[in-house]
Each structure stands twice: as C-alpha cells, then as structure tokens.
C-alpha cells in the first residue's frame, strides 16, 4: 500500500474513506516497486477545463520528486 485516504491532517477514517476500500486503501504497488496503481484518478481532476484541479497536487509532487532525484 502506498496511498491511503485520510483527512487533511492526516488521519485515517471511514469518513474519509469515499469508496469504502479495506484499511482505507487508495494506491498500491508491486512488490518490485515499479508498478502503480491508484484508486481516486486525479488526472479526471487536473485542469479546470475538467471541473478541478485537485488531482493536479499528485502531479506536482511527482514531477518535484523526480527533479530531486
């Protein structure tokens, strides 16, 4: 597991939980670590030519990891 939904201070609840996944799961991976699956689909919310831009965060924090690298 690599992602799970949580409220913006960090805690893990039902609440915060919008599909209901087991342990409030929203992201996995392989045991190699180079495959990513993710639940919540930010790039459905990324512009707001598509209603939000919410997701857009996921993208950024991936794009300044991979400068860092």
């Known amino acids: 597991m690599l992602v799970r939904y949580s409220t913006q201070d960090g805690k893990v609840t039902a609440a915060a939980n919008p599909n209901g ?3 409030n799961i929203a992201g996995i991976c ?3 670590r180079n495959v990513f699956g993710l639940m919540p689909h930010p790039e459905r919310a990324s512009e707001s030519a598509l209603g939000s831009e ?8 991936i794009l300044r990891s991979a400068v860092m690298a």
């Open 54 to 61: 919410d997701g857009r965060v996921i993208f950024d924090s």
């Open 21 to 23: 996944s087991v342990g």
């Open 30 to 32: 392989n045991a190699g």
